[in-house]
């Protein structure tokens, strides 16, 4: 992952150019005579800066590719932390929420598309194996070489539910308040443990609920089938 590159990103130089553009203008519009090197100076270097951040910074679709460039092995990660076989697992495709997460991030930036995003990222990748199910969480960030890897393993019947949620959020962007509309994924257990991810994409993530809610129930119906027997 390019951190560097990510990190421009994050940085504002529209107001930084502008500011030297305006002041460099000013010099000429008072007609300062003695100041107008300084203001042919300003001028350029605004431009000259402005030309730089187009270069440097990525945009929206490029932000997300480096995203999932670093989520590309993620499926092996997961099963070497987890220590299972893909043998064991094999019956089911596993299922992956993710979604950028402002809890933690530094930076955080409401994208030309409309959709906001952060320097942090959240993966959970699930496994499916005969009796439980295994929960891979990568948490990691986009511009700096961070990142947290945690595991869970949940017996079937212990699962109480697994939805997905809607509400909002107040994040801080500079010196303002913003409000961040945010779907998420919820899994929860018996004993008041919960898995919480924000969801990239909601519509996608709602088709993974509901076949996993299909398999939950026919997992609970088989482990009934064999007490009764």
């Known amino acids: 992952m390019n951190y560097s590159r990510n990190r421009w990103y994050f940085r504002d130089m529209?107001?930084?150019v502008s500011f030297i553009l305006i002041l460099g203008a000013a010099i000429f519009a008072l007609e300062l005579k003695d100041l107008e090197p300084v203001g042919f100076f300003?001028?350029?270097?605004?431009?000259?800066?402005?030309?730089l951040?187009?270069?440097?910074?990525?945009?929206?679709?490029?932000?997300?590719e480096s995203v999932k460039e670093n989520l590309r092995d993620l499926k092996s990660r997961a099963l070497k932390k987890l220590g299972i076989d893909e043998d064991e697992i094999s019956e089911v495709q596993p299922?992956?929420?993710?979604g950028y997460d402002y809890q933690g991030a530094d930076k955080r930036k409401e994208g030309k598309d409309k959709k906001w995003r952060s320097n942090v990222y959240k993966a959970v990748m699930i496994f499916f194996s005969q009796n439980e199910m295994h929960c891979y969480?990568?948490?990691f960030k986009t511009t700096e070489q961070e990142q947290v890897e945690e595991t869970d393993v949940f017996f079937y019947q212990d699962i109480v539910s697994a939805s997905t949620t809607s509400n909002t959020e107040t994040i801080?962007?500079?010196?303002?308040?913003?409000?961040?509309?945010?779907e998420a994924?919820?899994?929860?257990?018996?004993?008041?443990?919960a898995i919480i991810v924000n969801l990239l994409n909601?519509?996608?993530?709602?088709?993974?609920?509901?076949?996993?809610?299909?398999?939950?129930?026919?997992?609970?119906?088989?482990?009934q089938m064999q007490q009764a027997n």
Not at 42 to 51: E, I, M, S, T
Not at 53 to 64: I, R
Not at 202 to 223: T, Y
């Open 42 to 51: 300003l001028c350029a270097l605004g431009v000259g800066l402005f030309l």
């Open 14 to 16: 529209l107001k930084i």
């Open 53 to 64: 951040a187009q270069c440097l910074t990525p945009n929206d679709k490029q932000y997300d």
């Open 185 to 193: 994924f919820k899994l929860t257990t018996k004993g008041g443990n």
């Open 95 to 98: 299922i992956t929420f993710g």
């Open 202 to 223: 909601a519509a996608d993530a709602q088709k993974s609920v509901n076949a996993m809610r299909a398999l939950l129930r026919e997992a609970r119906l088989s482990s």
């Open 137 to 139: 969480t990568l948490r």
């Open 172 to 182: 801080t962007v500079g010196k303002k308040q913003k409000t961040v509309n945010i």
